[in-house]
């Protein structure tokens, strides 16, 4: 159901509670999420058919992999409130995924989450940009290292 109801730009959000006694969606389900236009698809538990999805180029995060297909038999819900891998997400919900995992962005605090996000990139930036001219013990680090009991043993030559 939440495949012919989706929109291009929406992100599928299976809360599968976590189940990888079999997978949830594989090759053809989330072909045909691509083709509806999601720009994503994250699944609580299980998915298959791990290479057809990486040539896919649809981005698909899951809790594990599992050979075993879905069953089409079961009871849903779509547009509801979710709480997947332990994060609540709300229709509307901005959601971002890379290599590292997955984060939730809660549409109410959108304006106040991004301009946090962008001053932290820009205190990393600075910090990467000193890095490359040379710098390579941060300003704050002295003083925190003196705060701190820190044991250095004898280097071995």
């Keep these: 159901m939440a495949l012919t ?5 929406d992100v599928l959000i ?10 949830l969606m594989g090759g053809i389900m989330c072909t045909q999420a691509k083709a509806t236009g999601f720009a994503g698809v994250i699944v609580d538990g ?3 058919d791990q290479l057809e999805l990486k040539k896919l180029g649809l981005p698909v995060f899951a809790a594990a992999s599992h050979p075993a297909g879905p069953t089409k038999k079961g009871d849903g819900a779509v547009l509801q409130p979710v709480v997947c891998a332990g994060a609540p997400v709300m229709p509307g919900d901005w959601i971002f995924g ?7 962005l809660p549409a109410a605090r959108k304006s106040e989450l991004l301009t946090k996000a962008r ?4 205190r990393e930036q600075t910090r990467m940009d000193a890095i490359a001219a040379g710098v390579l013990t941060p300003p704050w680090l002295e003083g925190e290292l003196a705060k701190a009991e820190i044991r250095v043993g004898e280097r071995l030559t």
């Design 98 to 104: 890379d290599a590292d995992g997955v984060a939730v």
């Design 5 to 9: 109801l989706g929109r291009p730009g």
């Design 46 to 48: 299980a998915i298959r």
């Design 119 to 122: 001053a932290k990139f820009e």
């Design 14 to 23: 299976v809360d599968g509670q976590g189940y990888t006694e079999r997978a």
